[in-house]
């Protein structure tokens, strides 16, 4: 059975015909309204006369936000690691006092 959908996006009052993934439909249609939503703000507040530099602000906005989430993440991880040597060190020295 194929689980290919055939779909239409609006970007930017642009239509984008799509093929995708059935799993894929949600999030894509999800996104554009993000999109959709964050070019209202940006011509709302900045006096944006082209939907090229919307468009290219919102793929800042979007790319500095995953970028953020990353670093983040690997921070997170970092720390998490460091604790999780404390603590083997710590049961190393109980095991080593037995």
């Known amino acids: 059975m194929d689980d290919k959908l055939k779909i239409k996006i609006s970007i930017a009052d642009r239509v984008y015909p799509l093929t995708v993934e059935m799993s894929q439909e949600e999030g894509l249609r999800a996104a554009s309204k993000k999109i959709d939503a964050m070019i209202k703000q940006f ?8 939907k090229q530099d919307v468009l290219a602000m919102c793929a800042l906005q979007f790319a ?21 040597h404390k603590i083997n060190d710590y049961l190393l020295s109980i095991l080593d006092r037995k």
């Open 43 to 50: 011509e709302e507040n900045y006096a944006v006369r082209d």
């Open 64 to 84: 500095s936000q995953l970028e953020q989430r990353q670093i983040n993440s690997t921070s997170e991880n970092t720390e998490a690691n460091e604790r999780l």
